[in-house]
Nanobody, 120 residues
């Protein structure tokens, strides 16, 4: 099994930066991809960014392109989300997710989330 723990959330002013971390433990050696999602107050959870564990190809939601960067440290089984030029609309609970065996193509493992609040 895989366990995911997010960290790094907090309060930041608009225009500022913040970096989130997600540490994966357990059976992580067959990870296909990891991603970040977020849920803003009163809204559904939406995709933010993903990264292939082998090769490192990335994909971003249009709302964060050019501002957010997802990266990974394979040795530490950790994925990061560097968030720059933050906007109040980025305020949300950010969740880390992992896509892996037995079936790839779905995010079957989720962290508990970390709060990011961007003040104006």
């Amino acid at each position: 099994q895989v366990q995911l723990v997010e960290s790094g959330g907090g309060l930041v002013q608009a225009g500022g930066s913040l970096t989130l971390s997600c540490a994966a433990s357990g059976r992580t050696f067959s990870t296909y991809r990891m991603a970040w999602f977020r849920r803003a107050p009163g809204k559904e959870r939406l995709f933010v960014a993903s990264i292939r564990w082998s090769g490192g190809s990335t994909y971003y939601a249009d709302s964060v392109k050019g501002r957010f960067t997802i990266s990974r440290d394979n040795a530490k089984n950790t994925v990061y989300l560097q968030m720059n030029s933050l906007k109040p609309e980025d305020t949300a609970v950010y969740y880390c997710a992992l896509d892996g065996p037995p079936v790839v193509g779905n995010y079957n493992y989720w962290g508990q989330g970390t709060q990011v609040t961007v003040s104006s």
